[in-house]
């Protein structure tokens, strides 16, 4: 039984660490403006330290949130283990903008902040909170990178994340953190190598449990290679834009989660 844990990175999230390089990102990015509403402080800044407490509450629903990655050894390819180092002042970042910071002057920022490159030494996102907008507003800007994320698990970390409404209710205490031991070097990758030796066997496995499940193989075979030919006469388009995103978009009384 080994004495470490880690989760290896599908294909396809790793790739998207492999396409990162120079000016190209692969973070996935926001920005949305919210009512200041129970997050006002009396000198009209906002409640940073509720606002973390607040995602404390949650992380423990988001491992990922709380790892970050380890290349295996001779290989084009990646783990994620959990950081023992784990701090979130570094994750959420506080600033602000001068009184009343207007729609341009947060687009500026945006854009310094989505055009650099997540820290992969550390758990890979950011979320950045921008007092000082007009019409008493407050903005959270996040960095996510797509390895962690995509539009199904977007959704589904914004519902943990947001509420419908602006009540307050009590945050809970979150289950204590205790980091999992990461594997050496040398344990990934011996690991990769037992992996990669099995691969064949596991591909003759799966064949024989395909014809032996499949009513009319011939059939099957054949809907699967025009699957497989339409899929990759797909081509790909993107806007003439470096950033790849929905414009700002206001919220109106909705709020991080147990706000």
């Not at 910071?101 to 996102?125: F, N, V």
């Not at 960095?143 to 509420?163: F, N, P, R, T, W």
């Not at 066997?201 to 030919?229: H, N, P, S, W, Y």
Request: with cysteine.
């Amino acid at each position: 039984m080994p004495k470490y844990a880690y989760d290896r990175l599908t294909a396809q999230d790793n790739s998207f660490l492999l396409l990162e390089r120079g000016n190209v990102l692969m973070h996935v990015a926001s920005a949305l403006v919210c009512d200041a509403g129970p997050l006002r402080k009396r000198d009209g800044g906002i409640d940073i330290d509720t606002f973390k407490r607040a995602t404390e509450s949650f992380l423990h629903l988001v491992p990922r949130y709380r790892q970050r990655l380890h290349a295996i050894p001779f290989f084009d390819h990646a783990v994620w283990v959990d950081d023992p180092h784990f701090d979130i002042d570094y994750h959420i970042r506080h600033t602000a903008l001068p009184v009343p910071g207007s729609a341009e002057q947060l687009k500026r920022l945006s854009a310094r902040i989505m055009a650099q490159r997540l820290d992969r030494k550390r758990p890979l996102w950011e979320t950045w909170i921008v007092e000082g907008l007009e019409a008493d507003r407050f903005a959270m800007i996040t960095k996510i990178h797509h390895c962690m994320i995509d539009g199904e698990s977007g959704v589904d970390l914004a519902y943990i994340q947001m509420s419908p409404t602006p009540e307050v209710p009590e945050l809970a205490k979150p289950p204590a953190f205790y980091p999992r031991t990461a594997p050496s070097r040398f344990e990934l990758w011996r690991d990769e190598v037992a992996r990669q030796f099995g691969i064949p066997f596991q591909i003759v496995r799966d064949f024989r449990q395909f014809t032996a499940d499949a009513e009319d193989l011939g059939e099957e075979l054949r809907t699967r290679a025009k699957a497989v030919v339409n899929t990759l006469g797909m081509g790909t388009s993107a806007d003439d834009t470096p950033i790849q995103s929905v414009p700002i978009c206001t919220i109106q009384s909705v709020l991080p989660t147990c706000f």
